[in-house]
């Protein structure tokens, strides 16, 4: 089965850093891009940051480039998502996703990890 | 950046009515390049349709995705129970954006 499993939730306070995981499993890991969405009451789904496990080639939304790190390791099949400096506005839920390998559908969902920030 | 609306906002309905959900672009969306999710309560999204018009693997074939351009369809032929769900659009032909979202729930 192919399958995306998340880290667990987060409590966390504002300033400190955060690293959440997302280990895929039933596919080949190196050939498709993974990245991670979040979604907030006030702003819905967006699209955070791509990466290609096979050479860690990222892309980020331009929303969010310089707030995370998007990073993974490939002997272990996990994509990362981190924080060095967590803001309460990054109080949201966050998924983890497979990119088709013919456009950016997300195909595979992970089940999710809320992160709340106080501040 | 493609700016995505959809509507109507919410949709109520009885099961085995017929649902229809637009999303319009603010400009021509790239080689068709829209999908439609499901969210369930407490559920990850999970891919309807890609393409426009191509249905994800075990989507049932009473969902079926339509449109080019700047505006697309999704219809559910004859709705069923575990259909009432929030559905989402998403445009992948210029960098990636999601629409507000359509609420469809009992009558």
């Known amino acids: 089965e192919v399958q995306l499993v998340q880290s667990g939730a987060e409590v966390k306070k504002a300033g400190e850093s955060l690293k959440i995981s997302c280990k895929g499993s039933?596919?080949?890991?190196?050939?498709?891009?993974i990245g991670w969405v979040r979604q907030t009451p006030g702003k819905g789904l967006e699209r955070v940051a791509i990466?290609?496990?096979?050479?860690?080639?990222?892309r980020y939304s331009p929303s969010f480039q310089g707030q995370v790190t998007i990073s993974a390791d490939k002997s272990i099949s996990t994509a990362y998502l981190q924080w060095s400096s967590l803001k309460a506005s990054d109080t949201a839920m966050y998924y983890c996703?497979?990119?088709?390998?013919?456009?950016?559908?997300?195909?595979?969902w992970g089940q999710g990890t809320m992160v709340t920030v106080s501040s | 950046e493609i700016v995505l609306t959809q509507s109507p906002g919410s949709l109520s309905l009885s099961p085995g009515e017929r649902a229809t959900l637009s999303c319009r672009a603010s400009?021509?969306?790239?080689?068709?390049?829209l999908a439609w999710y499901q969210q369930k309560p407490g559920q990850a999204p999970r891919l309807l349709i890609y393409?426009?018009?191509t249905r994800a693997t075990g989507i049932p074939d009473r969902f079926s995705g339509s449109g080019s351009g700047t505006d697309f369809t999704l219809t559910i032929s004859r709705l069923e129970p575990e259909d009432f769900a929030v559905y989402y659009c998403?445009?992948?032909?210029?960098?990636?954006?999601f629409g507000p979202g359509t609420k469809v729930d009992f009558k």
């Open positions: 400009q021509t969306v790239g080689t068709d390049y």
């Open positions: 996703a497979r990119v088709r390998p013919d456009g950016d559908a997300l195909d595979i």
């Open positions: 998403q445009q992948y032909g210029t960098s990636f954006t």
């Open positions: 393409g426009a018009s």
């Open positions: 039933g596919y080949s890991f190196t050939r498709y891009w």
């Open positions: 990466i290609y496990p096979d050479d860690s080639d990222t």
